[in-house]
């Protein structure tokens, strides 16, 4: 066991995600049971950069395990990008005789992390926070349960509305280079077709069967924003075969990101908060926390940022239903 840990400093970055709260209630829990001080670091490396520390108390935390969104807040940095950013950070760091350092984010995060630690010895733990479930070393990150549970209940919504009109939606959900939301969002409504940006084969089949489409039903699409064609462009393209359809197009956004974490999303934030400090006093270093077939797995950063490709057994399940 690593004694030297004594004053631990936790952010999150990137999007925020439900459940980032109960991770950060596990962290500072853990901490105060092992003697290791706990800083919070406010609006991710931005924080770090501009040396914004609070303190975070368990019993604080406690009252907010039930919370969406980032008690510490979070932020896109475009100044950690440089190299004088970083340097700053590091001063920062030092100045407060942080030992060790845990993130909560997603590849973005990683990345970072990856390039500071050409400069910054200290070690580094990484929790999975993003709605995306675009990382590898864990079957899911933190938020996706819960950002999928919101794009479902709208999208059950969307669909009476749908239905009374006879009309087409076609229902944009989050997912920047991924359709982990939509393969699962959609098959869980019941999606006539689901787009997402890992097929190519997915509008030749829509195509195939809004031909058979009668205007006497709802036809529903649920569209990953990071689908090649998009929403509006599929739009276009099943009005040029069909004019006379009424179609509308709503996009879920943020929305998906807020509310309150789902069950699953505050165990994993309990489960990923607690490993990541017992992780670093037992001298783990530059890996990320993940639950892989319900074990508690540590991976390399590097590893962690690869493309991270759409479950296979799901993308082929779409298939077998011709969604
Ligand atoms: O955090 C992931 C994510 O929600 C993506 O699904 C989405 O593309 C992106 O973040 C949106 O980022 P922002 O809130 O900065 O516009």
Redesign the pocket.
């Known amino acids: 066991m690593d004694t030297n840990i004594k004053h631990i400093g936790v952010f999150t970055s ?2 925020d ?1 439900p459940g980032m709260n109960a991770a950060l209630y596990a962290i500072s829990k853990a901490a105060e049971i092992n003697n290791i001080r706990l800083s919070g670091i406010r609006r991710g490396y931005e924080g770090l950069i501009d040396g914004d520390f609070v303190k975070l108390k368990p019993n604080e935390m406690q009252k907010i395990v039930h919370r969406g969104g980032t008690v510490l807040k979070t932020a ?1 940095s475009s100044r950690f990008l440089t190299l004088e950013g970083r340097k700053l950070a590091l001063d920062n760091l030092l100045k407060n005789k942080i030992d060790a350092l845990i993130a909560i984010g ?1 590849d973005g995060t990683f990345k970072g992390l990856l390039v500071f630690s050409e400069l910054c010895e200290l070690p580094f733990v990484g929790i999975p926070g ?3 479930n675009d990382l590898a070393g864990t079957d899911f990150t933190l938020g996706f349960d819960s950002a999928v549970n919101t794009a479902i209940d709208n999208i059950d919504k969307i669909r009476d509305t749908a239905e009374s009109h006879n009309r087409i939606f076609l229902i944009e959900v ?3 280079d991924c359709g982990y939301i939509a393969i699962n969002a959609g098959l869980g409504v019941g999606a006539d077709a689901i787009l997402i940006p890992e097929s190519g084969q997915d509008f030749v089949r829509l195509l195939d069967k809004i031909k058979n489409y009668e205007s006497e039903d709802a036809f529903i699409v649920v569209v990953a ?1 990071g689908d090649e064609l998009g929403a509006e462009i599929t739009a276009s393209k099943i009005k040029e075969l069909n004019p006379e359809v009424d179609l509308r197009i709503t996009k879920l956004g ?1 929305v998906q ?1 807020g509310g309150n974490p789902s069950a699953l999303d505050r165990m994993l934030g309990i489960r990923l908060g607690a490993a990541s400090v017992t992780a670093l006093m037992n001298g783990e270093r530059n890996v990320m926390a993940g639950i892989l077939d319900n074990q508690l797995k540590f991976t390399p950063f590097d590893s962690v940022v690869k493309q991270h490709q759409v479950n296979e057994e799901l993308y082929e399940l779409l298939k077998t239903l011709n969604t």
Do not use: A, F, V
């Open positions: 990137g999007g995600s896109r997603g993003t709605i995306d989050m997912g920047r924003e943020h990101r």
